[in-house]
């Protein structure tokens, strides 16, 4: 598939800069209303940028819903969602409590959900769980155009740690198969996830992953990235 040159990201809209502490307060305030990223956000548009990636952050549900409602001025927008982000449950937990969590971001009927989830545990059935947690992020994005779907670094890089590369294999299955989109992979060890990558199957996998000549976030390297 064909993907854009320049991608829209999401840091500045939740205070996030790995630069500068004090940037990372001021975006905080500027765009603590909703209304201030759908502003940047159709701007980026009438530049010509259509397509935004981000995080599963709880704000980007609203920003689903105004595009819901405002289909004939997204239509050609499309997010590339990334999942999970881990402060988004924990957050809900302390609010709302275990079952508040799980009832608001589970998605069907919570029961049947949960015997899913149970016997998966159960049995050690970590596809279903899996399957379970993708649909989880994914009900926010209802409607919208989701070409590739990403998993966050902080997963992918653990799935490397461990050796668990027939998880990639499952997720990209998964994706294809339930939503139509094209697997996409955040990490901070491209050349490591491209070989596992290869070994159970995946060819030319669509890696986000960081290139700067200081080497920030970049295992083995410049040299080996650039190769």
């Given at each position: 598939m064909k993907i854009d040159k320049s991608l829209f990201g999401d840091n500045q809209f939740f205070g996030v800069n790995h630069a500068s502490d004090e940037k990372s307060r001021a975006q905080a305030v500027r765009f603590k209303?909703?209304?201030?990223?759908?502003?940047?956000?159709d701007q980026a548009i009438d530049q010509g940028i259509n397509t935004f990636m981000c995080t599963?952050?709880?704000?980007?549900?609203?920003?689903?819903?105004?595009?819901?409602?405002?289909?004939?001025?997204?239509?050609?927008?499309?997010?590339?969602?990334?999942?999970?982000?881990?402060?988004?449950?924990?957050?809900?937990?302390?609010?709302?409590?275990?079952?508040?969590?799980?009832?608001?971001?589970?998605?069907?009927?919570?029961?049947?959900?949960?015997?899913?989830?149970?016997?998966?545990?159960?049995?050690?059935?970590?596809?279903k769980l899996m399957q379970i947690l993708i649909d989880a992020e994914m009900k926010m994005f209802q409607g919208i155009n989701t070409p590739v779907i990403f998993i966050q670094n902080v997963l992918v890089d653990m799935i490397l740690g461990l050796k668990m590369y027939d998880v990639f294999k499952e997720y990209d299955s998964y994706i294809r198969e339930k939503y139509h989109a094209e697997p996409g992979y955040i990490t901070m060890n491209m050349p490591a996830l491209l070989d596992a990558l290869e070994k159970v199957g995946i060819s030319n996998p669509i890696i986000c992953f960081s290139m700067n000549k200081i080497g920030f976030r970049m295992a083995g390297g410049l040299e080996i990235n650039e190769k």
């Open positions: 209303d909703d209304t201030a990223i759908i502003h940047v956000l599963t952050h709880d704000r980007i549900a609203n920003i689903c819903n105004h595009m819901r409602a405002n289909p004939s001025r997204y239509k050609n927008f499309n997010i590339y969602p990334c999942m999970p982000y881990a402060h988004k449950y924990a957050n809900a937990v302390t609010e709302l409590g275990i079952m508040g969590a799980i009832k608001q971001y589970v998605p069907g009927n919570i029961f049947s959900t949960f015997a899913k989830g149970g016997v998966a545990f159960l049995q050690k059935d970590f596809k």
